[in-house]
């Protein structure tokens, strides 16, 4: 099904570990971004992509970094995770005709 | 900062009743508005978008917008047990990524 594509779907990871959120859409969508989202805090971009080869920070970027390897994949990387960034994450790519955004499922990650 | 609020909630409304969902944003400058439905545990899901002043009308929903005040709502009509979830109003900034600032959502639930 086309579609934005998350991996992993949940992640438990101790203090000071670091993974890599996979992130990919076959919808050929110049525009991807990540946000977190936690309890009472609504949906908060981390990074963002206008477009392959450019990435831009959000309202929340420290402790993370991303790549934008090519126009279909966006990955995002904790590279020391910290209890604070235990959080749902969503990937989501924007289709360049309208503004709406499609969202992936989500990865559920705790930083214990 | 650029800023969206949400009427916080958490809102019930009797099944048939008609929800009203408010949210004001902080930038004139702001191009679209959306509203997204989320499920718990689920990935928001776009339900409409607005560009102009006025109302727009799909199904049971109506999205209003009022760019002097900076505020925009949604009115479900007829809302269904189906309609509970939680529901964020999303601000597009202008740009070549128009990425999207979120409020922090209302949660909806309607009582049968």
């Known amino acids: 099904n086309a579609g934005v594509t998350q991996t992993p779907k949940f992640q438990v990871l101790k203090t000071g570990q670091s993974m890599t959120l996979q992130c990919a859409q076959d919808?050929?969508?110049?525009?991807m971004y990540w946000y977190r989202q936690d309890p009472g805090m609504g949906l908060r971009l981390i990074y963002y992509?206008?477009?392959?080869?450019?990435?831009d920070k959000g309202e929340v970027p420290n402790g993370y970094n991303v790549s934008r390897l090519n126009k279909r994949e966006f990955s995002l990387r904790l590279e020391s995770a910290a209890p604070s960034q235990t959080s749902v994450y969503f990937c989501?790519?924007?289709?360049?005709?309208?503004?709406?955004?499609?969202f992936g499922s989500g990865t559920r990650l705790t930083v214990v | 900062q650029k800023e969206v609020e949400q009427n916080s909630g958490p809102l019930s409304v009797p099944e048939g009743a008609i929800a009203s969902l408010n949210c004001t944003y902080s930038?004139?400058?702001?191009?679209?508005f959306f509203w997204y439905r989320q499920y718990s545990g689920k990935s928001p899901e776009l339900i409409m978008s607005?560009?102009?002043?006025g109302d727009k009308e799909d199904g049971r929903f109506t999205a209003q917008l009022n760019k002097a005040s900076q505020y925009v709502s949604l009115l479900i009509r007829d809302s269904q047990p189906s309609d509970s979830a939680t529901y964020l109003c999303?601000?597009?900034?202008?740009?070549?990524?128009?990425?999207?600032?979120f409020g922090s959502g209302t949660q909806l639930t309607v009582l049968p």
């Open positions: 919808m050929n969508h110049n525009s």
């Open positions: 607005i560009y102009s002043n």
């Open positions: 999303a601000v597009s900034e202008s740009g070549s990524a128009r990425q999207l600032t």
């Open positions: 992509s206008a477009s392959e080869g450019t990435t």
């Open positions: 989501a790519s924007r289709d360049e005709k309208g503004d709406g955004y499609t």
């Open positions: 930038d004139r400058g702001s191009q679209s």
